[in-house]
């Protein structure tokens, strides 16, 4: 008997309680129990297991709006963090048969493994187009308790994505090093939730990296001597990171270059007096176009955001910050770069790969301004 038919036999019904009340039915999978946080989608049609493992996703229930997850498997090296940060997943189909050689275990001994509740056979589509129409919501996931009553008394005490401070739950709680001690290319990064292939881009590029938790005092990074700082991706709001606002303005005092993506790009423009605001259900996935206005060229991107930057703010302060991308699909800010300063930021993921690698370069301009910088 294949383990995807002892996987079906063996499954049993999960509910999905959205906060507006709207309720469906599937089957379960992974581990039984009750999962809750904000639920958003994602409409790649690959990459599940970094989606997976991404900490700006840390709080959130996933959907995935590819029709088979697990399809090809779990492969150890493929992920951007060392557990699953998604707290629950809602898939049409969840495919525990995997087709890759290289793969290490298939996705339901993985969930299991990492105490993930997932809920399957449902109409993703219409769950989808829900979001967008209502907007990003709460949510609950249940294999274990049938009562809907029970579950929307239970989702009623889970917190709102909006002002909830995540960074410093996902970060690394440790100081540590990449790449070659002895590069005349120094890199200190705060990490409110870093892609490990983001890291990996900064040391194929020369750099040696040391990474700091999130709440780390600056006069710590001053003391590993960088040459250029970058502000790392993660989850939940900007606007209560207010001691992380506090650090770049003192890194920015300081003259040396920073580079910041996601969150960072968000702490960065909030250090300058730009204020940011919640999406009404943000961008993810790995299809996103956006126009970067210095070059005129087009990168097709992969996003994973919530909150944004006010363009009406950046354009009362023209003379001071640039907006350097935006997006093709709704216009909103997807880059900035400050006029005085050797600081610039994207909202988007360089470092992942939709395809091309159209936003690597990126990284190649951070080095380049911090070699500038040096001379």
């Known amino acids: 008997m294949s383990n ?3 996987a079906m036999e063996s499954s049993f019904d999960a509910i999905l309680v959205l906060e507006d009340g709207t309720t469906f039915k599937g089957k379960a999978a992974g581990k039984k129990g009750t999962a809750t946080g904000e639920i958003c989608f994602n409409t790649g049609m690959t990459g599940y297991q970094e989606i997976f493992t991404d900490p700006s996703y840390f709080g959130q ?23 699953i940060q998604i707290a629950g997943l809602i898939c049409k189909n969840f495919t525990n048969d995997y087709s890759r050689p290289l793969a290490d275990l298939d996705i339901q001994k993985y969930f299991e493994d990492n105490n993930l509740v997932c809920i399957y056979g449902l ?4 769950i989808v187009k829900h979001v967008r129409d209502k907007g990003a919501m709460n949510c609950i996931i249940s294999s274990d308790n049938n009562d809907i009553e029970a579950l929307k008394s ?8 909006a002002g909830l401070e995540l960074a410093s739950k996902v970060c690394t709680k440790e100081e540590y090093t990449l790449g070659d001690a002895d590069s005349d290319l120094r890199i200190a990064v705060y990490d409110y939730g870093t892609k490990k292939n983001i890291l990996r881009c900064l040391v194929e590029r020369g750099a040696y990296v040391k990474v700091f938790p999130a709440k780390t005092a600056i006069s710590v990074l001053k003391s590993f001597n960088p040459d250029g700082y970058f502000l790392s ?3 939940g709001d900007p606007e209560p990171m207010d001691y992380a606002v506090e650090n770049v303005k003192e890194i920015l005092k300081l003259e040396k270059p920073i580079f910041g993506i996601c969150l960072g790009h968000q702490i960065l423009a909030r250090s300058v007096g730009i204020p940011t605001y919640k999406m009404h259900h943000g961008h993810r996935g790995i299809n996103h176009p956006v126009k970067n206005l210095i070059s005129g060229k087009c990168e097709i991107t992969s996003q994973n955001h919530g909150f944004g930057v006010s363009p009406e703010a950046l354009k009362k302060h023209e003379d001071k910050i640039e907006i350097t991308h935006v997006n093709l699909n709704d216009n909103t800010v997807e880059g900035i770069r400050i006029k005085s300063k050797p600081a610039f930021s994207v909202q988007y993921h360089p470092e992942a790969s939709p395809g091309p690698h159209d936003s690597r370069y990126l990284f190649d301009e951070f080095i380049e301004l911090i070699k500038n910088n040096k001379n």
């Open 123 to 126: 109409d993703t589509r219409a």
């Open 61 to 83: 229930v996933m959907i995935t709006t590819n029709a088979h997850i697990g399809n090809y498997g779990i492969m150890t090296d493929e992920r951007e963090s060392d557990n």
């Open 4 to 6: 995807l038919k002892m």
């Open 233 to 235: 991706n993660g989850p």
């Open 154 to 161: 239970q989702l009623a005490e889970v917190p709102s994505m």
